[in-house]
């Protein structure tokens, strides 16, 4: 059974940091391409960041946090991480890790296997 787990949310101030980690486990899913995805009360789920890792390499961030959110992925450890530097208000959200979806894209809908999520709070 596949499984996403994420961990490293938290309360922060304004200008702080937080890395979020995601780990994977199973089978029937891609960790090739897999990503970040954050909700906030009373919005629709947004694509944060994604990895490629296929025969293609690289990354893709979503416009409100390029810049500040670095994603990278140790296949070793089966783990995504979401580095979260330079911490808005806005920021604010609910964030799931996500895989098996189509590479590169940070439509939500693409993506097949969810985590639970991991709560982001950021105070100004």
């Known amino acids: 059974q596949v499984q996403l787990v994420e961990s490293g949310g938290g309360s922060v101030q304004a200008g702080g940091s937080l890395r979020l980690s995601c780990s994977a486990s199973?089978?029937?899913?891609?960790?090739?391409?897999m990503g970040w995805f954050r909700q906030a009360p009373g919005k629709e789920r947004e694509g944060v960041a994604v990895?490629?890792?296929?025969?293609?390499?690289?990354?893709v961030y979503g416009d409100s946090v390029k810049g500040r959110f670095t994603i990278s992925q140790d296949n070793a450890k089966n783990t995504l991480y979401l580095q979260m530097n330079s911490l808005k208000p806005e920021d604010t959200a609910l964030y799931y890790c996500?895989?098996?979806?189509?590479?590169?894209?940070?439509?939500?809908?693409?993506?097949?296997?969810w985590g639970q999520g991991t709560q982001v709070t950021v105070s100004s």
């Open positions: 996500a895989a098996g979806g189509v590479c590169g894209s940070l439509d939500e809908k693409q993506y097949h296997v």
């Open positions: 199973g089978y029937g899913y891609s960790r090739n391409c």
């Open positions: 990895i490629v890792n296929t025969i293609y390499h690289g990354t």
